[in-house]
């Protein structure tokens, strides 16, 4: 069965509106590119407490969960430490990391034209980066080599985390999407067939709704009303969702039972 998959967001400047989220629209266009969806999001600030809980839940599910930000080596950064209270084991320093971690100081080293002191204090800090709970596997980070890492629960729940910046971010989630889940692709590949109906009411059009779901399992039926639509004013978007074929049949009907009432139709349309 394909898992449930789930993001959390970390970080005070998300909460406090100092910066926008990005990640759940790409993560969303990340999956989707691949045939999967996402089941939930949840964002948190800087609270130890917060994100452990937050993390022993996500270990206890059965669910496959990307964690972006707070895993750096600042005062502020927790998400690491949180990490291993949540599963209960001790805090590393992962051979890998700190082999990929002392690489992008010698890099950065030679980019500034000065010799490489591994035993300078920031230079032992930066170390920090790569102290990971027990048992953690790396992953790889393209951008600046300073790795990201998962680790899973004992109910099989697996999270995996990356850093907050885009930029890096991104390209580790669809590395980890890629090597670890494409026999997931496109198995739960879904499509959206909808009509704009305009000025109905949407108490009126629920028994047809809850037939329609009833009749074909798998499917979902959604419906998006708006109020002050720039092109259609008051309106609902009704529509079906699921595996194509099963979603054309469920539409096929949906718009069928449309016929006994008297509506006005906006255009269709397919995502």
């Not at 993390?55 to 990490?83: E, K, M, N, Y």
């Not at 209270?85 to 082999?99: D, N, Q, S, T, W």
């Not at 109905?200 to 039926?221: D, F, R």
């Not at 609902?236 to 006005?264: C, H, S, W």
Request: glycine share 8%; proline share 8%; hydrophobic share 40%.
């Amino acid at each position: 069965m394909t898992p449930s998959f789930g993001l959390i967001v970390i970080g005070d400047e998300i909460m406090t509106g100092k910066r926008q989220d990005k990640h759940l629209p790409k993560v969303i266009e990340l999956m989707s590119a691949r045939g999967l969806s996402l089941s939930w999001a949840e964002y948190i600030g800087d609270s130890p407490e917060r994100i452990t809980a937050t993390l022993q839940r996500a270990f206890r599910s059965a669910d496959v969960v990307f964690s972006c930000g707070g895993i750096g080596a600042t005062p502020d950064d927790h998400t690491r430490q949180c990490a291993g209270r949540a599963l209960g084991v001790p805090l590393v320093l992962h051979p890998e990391a700190k082999a990929l971690i002392q690489e992008r100081m010698q890099d950065t080293a030679k980019e500034q034209g000065v010799p490489y002191e591994p035993e300078r204090p920031d230079n032992i800090h930066r170390l920090n980066m790569g102290v990971f709970p027990q048992g953690a596997t790396i992953i790889r980070n393209p951008y600046n080599k300073i790795p990201g890492f998962s680790c899973q629960g004992q109910s099989q729940g697996v999270v995996h985390f990356v850093p907050g910046f885009p930029v890096m971010a991104w390209p580790m989630i669809e590395s980890v999407l890629d090597a670890h889940y494409s026999q997931y692709f496109l198995q739960n590949a879904y499509v959206e067939k909808s009509v704009i109906i305009l000025g109905a009411m949407e108490a009126t059009l629920t028994p047809l709704m809850e037939s329609i779901e009833s009749a074909h399992p798998g499917v979902k039926v959604f419906s998006l009303p708006s109020v002050d639509h720039p092109q259609w004013g008051r309106h609902i978007e009704l529509g079906v969702k699921g595996a194509p074929d099963a979603a054309e049949m469920a539409y096929r009907d949906l718009r069928q039972g449309l016929t006994a009432f008297a509506l006005q139709y906006g255009p269709e349309l397919v995502r």
